[in-house]
Structures are given as structure tokens and as C-alpha cells.
């Protein structure tokens, strides 16, 4: 085990006043509009089970790859034509076997996807050959949770060229977490403190269960790559992080919205003895300020990043309404505006950009669709 020999901290931050305004900066003459569109499934049906917990965009806009766990195949969803095209079998056992528990997907390139299981991250070709499998007991990762061990969460990024391995580490002892880099060649692994992550524990909710187990909900995280640069973000505040591949360090930058808090700061009730107490901590969790992960528009060249807030409902059997907001980033992740979008009612569910728009997935009656959101001058 080593640590990195380089290593640096960049905090830069983007100050403004307080305004009442719904665009600003990019979005001041921008107007948005919403499309529905349904993907026809022929006569198959398609996997929604976990609102494509699982589904990961091609790299050129035209695909989304959606991994179904209950006939263990990939479906091969065209996006320009709104259809399902084909469904590639994949096998659970054997010497090509994914293993029984799929995560999330990663599409690597055209030929390639990367299939994340709870220990070990493996590369298949589309044809269902294992090309590759990162075991992550050979860095010293793995084993018990209640015994404090250390754990790559799902969402992980493979750079090929330097043939390492990118995640979030959580370390249940103490619910920690650290950037990961695991050093293929050499089977070794650096680990980073990340400074945007240092208040997670206080946001961690626990219900213990009959039996000594125990329910435990953690704000969302994400890793992406893009380019050189693979970005930290997680769902408590504003501030990004990124690892930068050539360069060997870690930057940060912390932004100041104008038109929302830029970070959680209530306090919650963390151990629940009941259900009732446990769902009401939640929801109230999530009526503060929430923040997704960005993603890359490539026609317009920015990233955009959606925050919201539950709205308070009276009664628990009703969907979430909530307030949503969507900032844009350059491509250096300066923040260059933000606005309201009451269009939109809920939180975002998968959503990724394609030519120029944004695509947000919605169950209709038990068919995969989308909202478009489109921006016009």
C-alpha cells in the first residue's frame, strides 16, 4: 500500500448576492420547454425495476444500455429511433459469468461495458466475453461491513490507458470515505481523503432491525470521468471535487447559488428504533437542499448539475412533490448560471444530456419514457 507523492488541495470560490431572479448568467434568455417520448419494447419487456439504477449512455448519444437483472441481459436501447433494438444475453456462472449481483454499468466504449459487482468490477465485451476482472480482496478491500471493513461503493470509473481503477471508498467503522485509485500493475492502492465528504456521518440514518441487523440510508455519491478529470460530487453540498489523471492531484471548488442554500446544514435524528421515525427523518433530510451529480452536455460543451427540494406532503401514500433547480458549469467547472424550473414537480429521476437537451426517465404505465427538457433563445 503507498500514498500518492503528489498531492494538492485547490479551493476556489465564486461569491455573488442574494437574488430573486428564476435564470441567471446562461439561462437569463433561455426558455424551457418539455416533450414526453415512449420507448417501444416490440414485445419485451422491459427492466424499470430500480428506475435504471443500472443504465449507462454510449459514448456517442445514440444508446443507453440497460442491465436486466431478472433475465441477466443488456438491453441496447436506440435512443435517436426510441426503440428497444436488441437484448445481448450475458451468462451469471461460468468462465464469462457476471456473478449473481449486478450494480451499476459503465460503457466503456463501443465494444466494451464494465459491470460493477459488490467486490469486484469486471470488463465484458457486448458479446458477453469477460475481458477483464479487478478483484478487490487483492488490495486489501473487501470482507464484513459490521466489522468495519472498508467497501468501493457501485459508482466507479476504469481509466484504460493507465490501467487503474477509480471509486469511493466507505469505511463502516467510522462511515468515512476516501477516493481510491487501484494501481492494476502493480496491485496497490492509494487512498485520498475527500474534503467534501468529511461531514457525510452526520447525514447517515440508521433503523436497527430484529435480529441485531440494521437499515442504513447514506446521501448518494458519484464518481464520473471526463476527460482527465474524475469528479467527486455527492448529494449535501454545492462544492466538487476532481481528480485530475495527468496531473496527479486533487482540485476543489466551492460555488455560492443565488438562488439556494449551497449546502446542508440541519441537524437529524441519525438512529431509529421504528420504521415511522426512520421515513420521517428521511423526508425531512430531503426537504433541505439536495444536489445530483453533473453530467456533460458534449453539443453545447457545459456540464449542468440539478439540485431540488421535497416539498412537505401531508400525507406519506403521495409522490414527492419538489422544487428543482439546474446550474451550468463550464468545462472547467466554473459555475456560469443557475435557474429555477418549475416545470419540472419531482426530483430528477436518470437523466443525461443528448443533442443539446436534457432527458429525465419517467415510468409510463410500466413503459420506459422520457422528459425532454429543450432550451430555446
Not at 35 to 42: E, K
Request: hydrophobic share 35%.
Amino acid at each position: 500500500m503507498r500514498n500518492l507523492t503528489i498531492f494538492f488541495i485547490v479551493i476556489l470560490f465564486s461569491c455573488s448576492e442574494k437574488s430573486q431572479n428564476s435564470g441567471l448568467g446562461y439561462f437569463t434568455d433561455l426558455q424551457f420547454s418539455l416533450d414526453t417520448v415512449l420507448i417501444d419494447s416490440g414485445n419485451e419487456i422491459v427492466f424499470l425495476k430500480y428506475d435504471l439504477f443500472g443504465a449507462d449512455k454510449s459514448k456517442d448519444d445514440k444508446y443507453l444500455f440497460n442491465f436486466n437483472v431478472d433475465d441477466h441481459s443488456l438491453e441496447k436501447i436506440n435512443l435517436d429511433e426510441l426503440r428497444l433494438e436488441k437484448k445481448l444475453p450475458f451468462e451469471k456462472e461460468g468462465p464469462n459469468g457476471t456473478g449473481q449481483n449486478v450494480g451499476k454499468i459503465k460503457v466503456q466504449n463501443e465494444n466494451q461495458v464494465m459491470i460493477n459487482g459488490m467486490n469486484h468490477s469486471t470488463v465484458f465485451s457486448f458479446g458477453g466475453e469477460k475481458l477483464m476482472k479487478i478483484f478487490f480482496e487483492n488490495f486489501s478491500l473487501g470482507g464484513n461491513p459490521m466489522e468495519g471493513a472498508e467497501e468501493i461503493r457501485f459508482s466507479r470509473e476504469l481509466d484504460v490507458e493507465a490501467n487503474r481503477l477509480y471509486g469511493i471508498i466507505l469505511r463502516h467503522m467510522d462511515k468515512s470515505f476516501a477516493l481510491g485509485i487501484l494501481n492494476l500493475d502493480l496491485f496497490e492502492i492509494s487512498k485520498i481523503e475527500i474534503k467534501t465528504f468529511e461531514r457525510m456521518p452526520n447525514y447517515t440514518f440508521i433503523q436497527n432491525l430484529p435480529g441485531g441487523s440494521m437499515w442504513i440510508r447514506s446521501p448518494e455519491i458519484e464518481i464520473e470521468k471526463f476527460d482527465t478529470k474524475m469528479i467527486l460530487s455527492n448529494q449535501i453540498t454545492s462544492s466538487l471535487m476532481w481528480y485530475d489523471t495527468r496531473l496527479d492531484s486533487l482540485f476543489m471548488k466551492s460555488y455560492n447559488s443565488q438562488l439556494t442554500a449551497n449546502e446542508k446544514v440541519n441537524e437529524y435524528k441519525l438512529k431509529h428504533e421504528t420504521e415511522e421515525s426512520f421515513d420521517a427523518e428521511i423526508n425531512r433530510f430531503h426537504q433541505e437542499i439536495n444536489f445530483l451529480a453533473p453530467f456533460w452536455d458534449q453539443k453545447n460543451q457545459v456540464f449542468y448539475r440539478f439540485s431540488y427540494q421535497d416539498i412537505a406532503s401531508e400525507s406519506n401514500q403521495e409522490e414527492a412533490k419538489a422544487k428543482v433547480y439546474l446550474t451550468v458549469f463550464d468545462k472547467d467547472l466554473n459555475q456560469i448560471g443557475e435557474t429555477s424550473i418549475p416545470q419540472l414537480i419531482k426530483k430528477p429521476a436518470k437523466h443525461f444530456a443528448k443533442d443539446g437537451k436534457i432527458w429525465i426517465y419517467e415510468n409510463i404505465n410500466d413503459e420506459m419514457g422520457f422528459v425532454v427538457l429543450t432550451m430555446n433563445k
